[in-house]
Nanobody, 122 residues
Framework: QVQLMESGGGLVQAGGSLKLSCVAP????????MGWYRQPPGKQREMVAS???????NSADFAKGRFSISRDNAKNTVYLEMNNLKPEDTAVYYC????????????????WGQGTQVTVSS
């Protein structure tokens, strides 16, 4: 019954920018790592970026230098700033509450929201 609410997606031309937001329940937000995932058409969901409760961040290779994850605990919100968008960035973007996996990896709890659609035109 955990509700995650993503917003901020839309249609943008290649090279453009978008900022996504995700509001999570305050009872679990501050103490947990958060992340962004995306699912392109016909492909499986993949991690975009993560941010810990102490504000340490990590990003997928395709996102480095273009995307930036941040969080505002007072607003129970995690953000994904996306710049220099490419057509291959087209996907439904989801946020997630994360827990540590093996090594230095994160895994998502099954708390998926509806996601927000990002479409990048060429």
């Amino acid at each position: 019954q955990v509700q995650l609410m993503e917003s901020g997606g839309g249609l943008v031309q290649a090279g453009g920018s978008l900022k996504l937001s995700c509001v999570a329940p305050g009872s679990l937000f501050s103490s947990n790592a958060m992340g962004w995932y995306r699912q392109p058409p016909g492909k499986q969901r993949e991690m975009v970026a993560s941010i810990t409760s102490s504000f340490s961040t990590n990003s997928a290779d395709f996102a480095k230098g273009r995307f930036s994850i941040s969080r505002d605990n007072a607003k129970n919100t995690v953000y994904l700033e996306m710049n220099n968008l490419k057509p291959e960035d087209t996907a439904v973007y989801y946020c997630a509450v994360l827990y540590p996996g093996h090594g230095s990896t994160w895994l998502p709890y099954d708390y998926w929201g509806q996601g927000t659609q990002v479409t990048v035109s060429s």
